[in-house]
């Protein structure tokens, strides 16, 4: 079978590693900036070597064509973000994006001339840091954006709407760049595990089930300042206070049967007035809460909501909860775990089919199409850190399963 180069996809890599560059090994790119931007120029111009057109989209997405022989027929599309979280790595998201253009390289090499038009995109905002909700490019080509979005500031108080026009994108142009329905055939992702399954199994490649849903809330607690040295403890309205006990709570919750998948965060805590010397009269702070199982994490998150009402009610406090994020687990399509699967096994390896507990931007997709995912070993599971590391032999393989999945669905679909 015809090889992809990995010469040349590690130095994809390399080059891309630089942009956003923090530490040695670390990276912060964040989603709408010239640091983005640069990525996307990079990573453009290695689209256009691979024979696609590219362009940016009104949702803020970089998207490479290679047009196919019926460019009426529904497009194959693969992807993933060149974006990152604040202390990230090298590899979440990069790797779908240089792997997928590495594929049409190759086939670009070989003369290959699919009837079918294929996509490479990087999406926006995939991470969901900066304006506190993520996923925005690939929700936003399906027209699943919420009200309010364009409203969301960043921390130094910049709207979403705003970075967008900064980045040369028009809001009121967002119809133009929403895919119709049915014209994506298909979804493939490459992404690097993030969690520690390959690696203990020995196996760098994984073939994915499908993606557990999460649930992001946020949680505001109101109680009543006063002085730390004064006030005494029986009186006192903590919200810091509620907050710990309910961030215990929620890890109780999570923990409940051993060796379940659910896994549960308080990630980010902000305090008011944040004095040493005043009792916190706020406190906010965000929950993360994802299962495969909807139907426990559901019944989990009931737990939860009981637990904050006794919490608060015990130290006094008031309590807003808003949803930022309610997705269901999506399963992969057999039809493209199958072919994956013959892919590995044409190559000698044996991939273990996992869960992803990290949402995607296939995660979107899979209401708009088929979509399967190729999961790449992640050293010792560590990932959103600058230690994150994938082999680039392992990125390899991954690109050469990915190139003999995309030849066997353009040969066959
Ligand atoms: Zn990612």
């Not at 983005?36 to 990573?43: G, V």
């Not at 426990?296 to 009610?313: F, S, V």
């Not at 493209?336 to 190559?347: G, N, V």
Request: proline content about 5%.
């Amino acid at each position: 079978m015809l090889k992809i180069n990995a010469t040349r996809l590690q130095q994809h890599f390399e080059l891309m590693s630089l942009i956003g560059k923090i530490g040695e090994t670390g990276t912060c790119r964040p989603t709408m900036t010239s640091l983005e931007k640069d990525a996307f120029n990079l990573a453009a111009s290695w689209m256009k070597e691979a024979g696609m057109t590219t362009r940016i989209d009104h949702f803020g997405n970089l998207i490479g064509r290679l047009e196919g022989t019926d460019p009426a027929l529904p497009v194959l599309m693969m992807g993933s973000h060149l974006d990152s979280q604040p202390y990230g790595g090298r590899f979440d998201g990069v790797a779908g994006v240089l792997c997928a253009i590495e594929v049409v390289t190759t086939l670009t090499e070989n003369n290959i001339k699919p009837k079918r038009s294929i996509e490479v995109i990087s999406f926006a905002d995939e991470e969901g840091w900066r304006f506190n909700k993520g996923l925005f490019g690939s929700r936003g080509i399906l027209g699943k954006l919420e009200a309010g979005e364009l409203q969301r500031t960043d921390k130094d108080g910049i709207t979403r709407e705003q970075a967008l026009r900064d980045f040369g994108c028009d809001p009121e142009k967002f119809k133009e760049s929403e895919y119709k329905p049915g014209s994506i055939f298909c979804f493939l992702e490459l992404h690097i595990e993030q969690g520690p399954v390959l690696d203990i199994a020995h196996k760098p490649v994984g073939v994915v089930s499908g993606i557990s849903g999460p649930l992001w809330l946020t949680v505001k607690l109101k109680g009543m300042a006063g002085h730390a040295g004064s006030v005494p403890m029986p009186l006192r309205k903590d919200a810091l206070l509620g907050a710990a006990e309910i961030t215990v709570a929620l890890h109780e919750i999570a923990t409940q049967v051993p060796g379940n998948p659910t896994v549960g965060t308080v990630g980010t805590m902000n305090v008011f007035p944040a004095s040493r010397n005043i009792i916190a009269e706020e406190v906010t702070f965000t929950i993360d809460l994802r299962d495969i199982d909807l139907e426990r994490r559901n019944r989990y998150e009931k737990q939860l909501m009981e637990r904050i009402e006794a919490i608060t009610k015990k130290h006094g406090l008031t309590y807003s909860i808003s949803e930022d994020t309610n997705s269901a687990p999506r399963y992969c399509a057999d039809w493209m775990k199958a072919i994956i699967q013959e892919q590995c096994t044409a190559l000698g390896l044996e991939a273990p089919e996992l869960m992803s507990g990290p949402f995607h931007d296939a995660l979107t997709l899979s209401y708009a199409c088929d979509y399967a995912m190729i999961f790449i070993r992640s050293k010792d599971g560590i990932s959103h850190n600058p230690l994150e590391y994938s082999s680039y032999e392992d990125l390899a393989l991954g690109t050469q399963v990915m190139y003999g999945t995309v030849l066997q669905i353009l040969e066959t679909k």
